[in-house]
T-cell receptor, first 113, second 110 residues
Framework: DGGITQSPKYLFRKEGQNVTLSCEQNLNHDAMYWYRQDPGQGLRLIYYSQIVNDFQKGDIAEGYSVSREKKESFPLTVTSAQKNPTAFYLC????????????FGSGTQLSVL | RKEVEQDPGPFNVPEGATVAFNCTYSNSASQSFFWYRQDCRKEPKLLMSVYSSGNEDGRFTAQLNRASQYISLLIRDSKLSDSATYLCVVNPVTGNQFYFGTGTSLTVIP
């Protein structure tokens, strides 16, 4: 079955450590997104990519980095510069055309030790 | 001004009740509109797209009012399983970003 796979489901980060969240899709979607969700709040866009080897910053990109070397993969690195990384991270993809919906992975809960 | 605004609730309604949520958007050129459902600590899942003519799926009805720049979701005959957070999502198409409301929390009470 086609879908989006995020891993790990839970991740713990030590202070000063970089961690990478994985996102893989087999939907053949061009566009991929990373969102952050804090308790009781809406989704905020971290980065998005509309095509391989290209990506743009979202509203809260500071302290994060991404790469898009393959169409199916869009990993997110939470760097040590992100001082408040504890949140629920959601990866999503879409065909990229107008009127097309988002499909989400099951999310990664990142916590700081 | 936020791109998308929603009343966060919470809405607590008895089983069988009818409940309606509204969501306003700021970009008049927005083209695509959606309602997503999110259960606690799970990913959002598409409930329905919202079309200019309005659309219905069983107990759920979505409507778009372009003149007033809002979309609505009506749930009839509420079930316990409808308890969730409902997210309003707007895609203005330019830049292909999606803008999310903060979500409206619904609890259906036995």
């Amino acid at each position: 079955d086609g879908g989006i796979t995020q891993s790990p489901k839970y991740l713990f980060r030590k202070e000063g450590q970089n961690v990478t969240l994985s996102c893989e899709q087999n939907l053949n979607h061009d566009a991929m997104y990373w969102y952050r969700q804090d308790p009781g709040q809406g989704l905020r866009l971290i980065y998005y990519s509309q095509i391989v080897n290209d990506f743009q910053k979202g509203d809260i990109a500071e302290g994060y980095s991404v790469s898009r070397e393959k169409k199916e993969s869009f990993p997110l690195t939470v760097t040590s510069a992100q001082k408040n990384p504890t949140a629920f991270y959601l990866c999503a993809s879409s065909i990229g055309a107008a009127d097309e919906k988002l499909f989400f992975g099951s999310g990664t809960q990142l916590s700081v030790l | 001004r936020k791109e998308v605004e929603q009343d966060p609730g919470p809405f607590n309604v008895p089983e069988g009740a009818t409940v309606a949520f509204n969501c306003t958007y700021s970009n008049s050129a927005s083209q695509s509109f959606f309602w997503y459902r999110q259960d606690c600590r799970k990913e959002p899942k598409l409930l329905m797209s919202v079309y200019s003519s309005g659309n219905e799926d069983g107990r759920f009805t979505a409507q778009l009012n372009r003149a007033s720049q809002y979309i609505s979701l009506l749930i009839r005959d509420s079930k316990l399983s409808d308890s969730a957070t409902y997210l309003c999502v707007v895609n203005p198409v330019t830049g292909n970003q999606f803008y999310f409301g903060t979500g409206t929390s619904l609890t259906v009470i036995p």
